[in-house]
Structures are given as C-alpha cells and as structure tokens.
C-alpha cells in the first residue's frame, strides 16, 4: 500500500531537518554508552533480572534491538512514501523478544550493536524534507519522522538504566532529562494524578502534574533527573522532598 508521507512548509520541512540533526547526534552517544554497558555483561548476568518487573536483561537488550528495527521501519515509510509499520503483526514485539532473550551475552551485545547501525544508516539516508513527513507508530498518533528519533534517544536512555548495570537516572544527559520531565510531566496532566507543582532544585524551574484546572496545594522538590526517575516509575522518590510534608501522591504506571 502506497501512501505518500504528508510534509508541511519549506518552514517546518527546514526545522525538522535541523532537529534530525540534533538528535542524531544525542543519539549516537547515548547508543555508545549503551554498548559499552551491553559489552560488561556476561551470559550469567544477561540472565539475571533487569529492573522491568518479569524481564532478563536478555530480554531487555532484545527489546532495544527490536525498537530499533521497528523505529527504522518509520523511517522507511517517511523516506519512501510506503506505509511501513513498526511491526507486522500485534503479536511481533512480544514474540520477538520472547525469543532472543535466551541467547548469549554475545550474541545479544552483536544484535544490539548491528540493529544501532542499521537504524543509523536509515536515518543517514533521509533527504531534509522526509524529516517532515507523517508516520505513526501501533497508538496510531502521527508524528513527524524526526520525532522517531526522539522515540529512539528515550528507549536508550531510559532503558540503559533499567538493566540495571552500573547506568542510573543521574547518569542521564541534563538536556535530555529537562525535555523527558517536561514531556512526562505534560502526560500526567490528567484528573487522576494528584495536582501538584514540580520545581527542580538545579535550576528552579517548574512543571504541573494533574488536572490542568486544579490549583496545585503541593510541591514536589528535586533535581531534576530525580524527579523524572520518580514520574516514569524508576525511582521511589527518596531523593524528593513534599510541602507540606508528607508522602508523595501515587502516579499512574509508565
């Protein structure tokens, strides 16, 4: 099936070649950090648990590599005009990572670092004005294709710290973690978060979570990678400070 990828002006076409640009660079670090942590992992650790509840780091690695197939696959369909879904079937993430998570410290590190390159070398290969065309991942919401390359810099970052080896929220890159706490704290701006106000103790700026209607009667405080930890559910909030004081509210899972 044909459908040719929907562009808006020179304008935005401009603008979202130069954020492709940017983010390929974000994400060429973040994905090397990432191999060197994959390369300390030894076939017994690769069996252990990784912080998601139920999953190996076998089976995370895979997932990584698996995004990363799937992510490319949008940005087949915004270079040539060709719907190209993340996966071919409902089922074919899950079975995917089903069945690569038992394989071997080294075949997983290999499978990891291959489908990196692959994803690279596709986005490498956008002309400026594909950056502005439309795809959608399985939610169904259309994005730009230069936002597939946010999508991608997130799973890196957020899941090198859910292997659990050695990466922590503290570790996350000061830019990233400023525009992931906007865009989480944007999410949870719902009627069935409690209404609060976020202030970040780097730089003091601040951030709602709840109804957008709701006076805020709390605030939450801390750097600001620990608060992002707490609203994406990878930390308890130890580090976060209420007032008035008090426990901090529960949050919908991530």
Same mark, same amino acid.
């Given at each position: 099936?044909?459908?040719?990828?929907?562009?808006?002006?020179?304008?935005?076409?401009?603008?979202?070649?130069?954020?492709?640009?940017?983010?390929?660079?974000? *994400?060429?670090?973040?994905?090397?950090?990432?191999?060197?942590?994959?390369?300390?992992?030894?076939?017994?650790?690769?069996?252990?648990?990784?912080?998601?509840?139920?999953?190996?780091?076998?089976?995370?690695?895979?997932?990584?590599?698996?995004?990363?197939?799937?992510?490319?696959?949008? *940005?087949?369909?915004?270079?040539?005009?060709?719907?190209?879904?993340?996966?071919?079937?409902?089922?074919?993430?899950?079975?995917?990572?089903?069945?690569?998570?038992?394989?071997?410290?080294?075949?997983?590190?290999?499978?990891?670092?291959?489908?990196?390159?692959?994803?690279?070398?596709?986005?490498?290969?956008?002309?400026?004005?594909?950056?502005?065309?439309?795809?959608?991942?399985?939610?169904?919401?259309?994005?730009?294709?230069?936002?597939?390359?946010?999508?991608?810099?997130?799973?890196?970052?957020?899941?090198?710290?859910?292997?659990?080896?050695?990466?922590?929220?503290?570790?996350?890159?000061?830019?990233?973690?400023?525009?992931?706490?906007?865009?989480?704290?944007?999410?949870?701006?719902?009627?069935?978060?409690?209404?609060? *106000?976020?202030?970040?103790?780097?730089?003091?700026?601040?951030?709602?979570?709840?109804?957008?209607?709701?006076?805020?009667? *709390?605030?939450?405080?801390?750097?600001?990678?620990?608060?992002?930890?707490?609203?994406?559910?990878?930390?308890?909030?130890?580090?976060?400070?209420?007032?008035?004081?008090?426990?901090?509210?529960?949050?919908?899972?991530?």
């Amino acid at each position: 099936m044909s459908d040719t990828p929907q562009r808006g002006t020179d304008k935005t076409e401009t603008a979202s070649a130069r954020q492709a640009a940017q983010l390929r660079s974000r *994400l060429e670090v973040a994905t090397e950090r990432l191999l060197r942590t994959a390369a300390g992992i030894t076939d017994a650790q690769a069996r252990e648990p990784s912080r998601l509840p139920g999953w190996s780091r076998g089976h995370l690695l895979t997932h990584i590599a698996r995004n990363a197939d799937g992510l490319r696959n949008l *940005l087949i369909w915004a270079r040539t005009g060709v719907e190209t879904p993340m996966y071919a079937t409902p089922d074919a993430r899950a079975e995917g990572i089903a069945a690569g998570a038992g394989r071997s410290a080294a075949e997983l590190r290999t499978d990891l670092e291959t489908s990196a390159i692959a994803f690279a070398a596709e986005a490498a290969s956008l002309a400026d004005a594909d950056w502005a065309a439309a795809v959608r991942g399985p939610g169904g919401v259309p994005h730009m294709a230069w936002f597939t390359l946010w999508r991608r810099l997130s799973e890196v970052e957020i899941h090198h710290v859910d292997l659990g080896s050695g990466y922590r929220p503290d570790d996350w890159p000061e830019a990233f973690a400023k525009e992931t706490l906007t865009l989480a704290a944007d999410r949870l701006t719902t009627p069935d978060v409690a209404a609060a *106000l976020l202030v970040s103790a780097d730089d003091a700026s601040t951030r709602r979570i709840g109804p957008a209607e709701a006076q805020p009667e *709390l605030e939450i405080a801390g750097p600001t990678r620990q608060l992002l930890a707490w609203l994406i559910g990878r930390s308890t909030g130890d580090e976060l400070a209420t007032k008035p004081a008090g426990p901090l509210p529960p949050l919908p899972a991530w």
